[in-house]
């Protein structure tokens, strides 16, 4: 996965890491088990400061997106439902209505709505992906 | 954590002009602080009375624990200095520079490191230092600062005068340093965003005072962009913690505040605004406004920094070609 900084980003670089992270696990660019740089690694190729990443990192492997392996190194790790399902669709129904009111207010009709979220999902991974262990 | 640089109410006046203000300074160990702030905002004076260069007026520091004033040569030993413009001399060869250092660091040289910096840049030993270009001169100051395996480096805005691409290495030539060890660093800047790259902590700065003390992303996380409007001209504002920036456009006082809490909200609300808002930030933006101080400000110090940042940039253009 190739990681991208913004300097102009309003969000700090560990904040910008760990969102391309999620998304490239949501998109389906990164597979369960699959191996990330290292701290070390990854801080010379962004040319940033190790405690950056490792910042980026620990907080990944809080969300339960990554899992550090001490003396193997940083891996996808396998997907699970952390929250309750109630509470989850709730948080879901917050987004999709502060995404609906956006939608009205830039002058777009449901039907428009409707067929653009279709034509973007088809990029997302929704099944979780997983690098079959052979 | 100890303390690696601390200073006590560090003040400096040049004549009339205060250009250091009671400047209270904490670098913990392993730490590396970027301080930033407009040409003539201080960093210079600062890194000056933390190396001994020029005396406090009022206030003192310490390195390594020890009073700067009275600092043993062994603890000196222990502390690297990159000057702004890498100065070396033109007339050496890279290993001439290289023997001529080295023989004042005898018991401690880690020419290992010295060489793998030399040999990433492809830095000929042969080469004369004036026939360098500024980025490779900047790595060989870098290199030969780093070789004595120095506890502490302290860097005075080592990337003034690259070009971007020269910057961007001398970065990763930094975080070569970093990596290694967990040596502490205090370095000056005029460029968030290659502070934003390297440091765990940022100061800012301004006339002097130091406004900004913060770990790097909180900094990033809570700076506004807070809009006054008057309906005649704005009055002046008194200044606060964490303000960065304060200009006057029109009828508009338009401030840059870091950390934007109920105290910066009582004092907006003292000046009596007809409006006030506080605006999505583009930091970027926000930072090229404030680094080049296109805009009039309302501090009395600014024409002169933005004239002395003239004469000093012109001034090292001609030494380069020289």
Known sequence: ?134 | MTDVISTDRLTKHYGTRCVVNCLNLRVQAGGVYGLLGRNGAGKSTTIRMLMGMAKPTYGRAELLGHDVVTLPSEVRSRIAYLAEGHPLYGWMTVGEAIRFIRAFHAERWNQYLLEQVLEHFELPLGKKIRRLSNGQRAHVALALAIAPDPDLLILDDPTLGLDTVARREFLVSLIHVIQREGRTILFSSHILSDVERVADRIGILVDGVLRVDCPTEHFKETIRKVVLQFTGTPPAFPGCDGLVNAAVEGRRLELLIVDFGPAHQEIIESLSPASWDILELNLEDAFIEYTRGSKPSLFAVTDHAVAASVGTRSQEAHWHEG
């Open chain 1, 1 to 134: 996965m190739e990681f991208r900084l913004e300097p102009s980003s309003r969000l700090p670089i560990y904040r910008q890491i760990v969102q391309q992270v999620r998304e490239g696990v949501a998109r389906g660019h990164l597979a369960f088990g699959e191996q990330l740089p290292s701290v070390r690694e990854l801080s010379r190729i962004l040319v940033v400061n190790p405690n950056t990443i490792a910042r980026a990192y620990v907080e990944l492997e809080r969300e339960g997106i990554l899992n550090n392996q001490p003396g193997r190194g940083v891996f996808v790790a396998e997907p699970r439902a952390q929250l309750a399902k109630d509470v989850r669709r709730r948080r879901l129904i917050e987004l999709i209505d502060k995404f609906l009111t956006e939608a009205v207010h830039l002058g777009f009709s449901e039907a428009d709505v409707l067929r653009l979220l279709s034509a973007r999902s088809e990029q997302f991974q929704w099944e979780p992906a997983r690098l079959e262990a052979r």
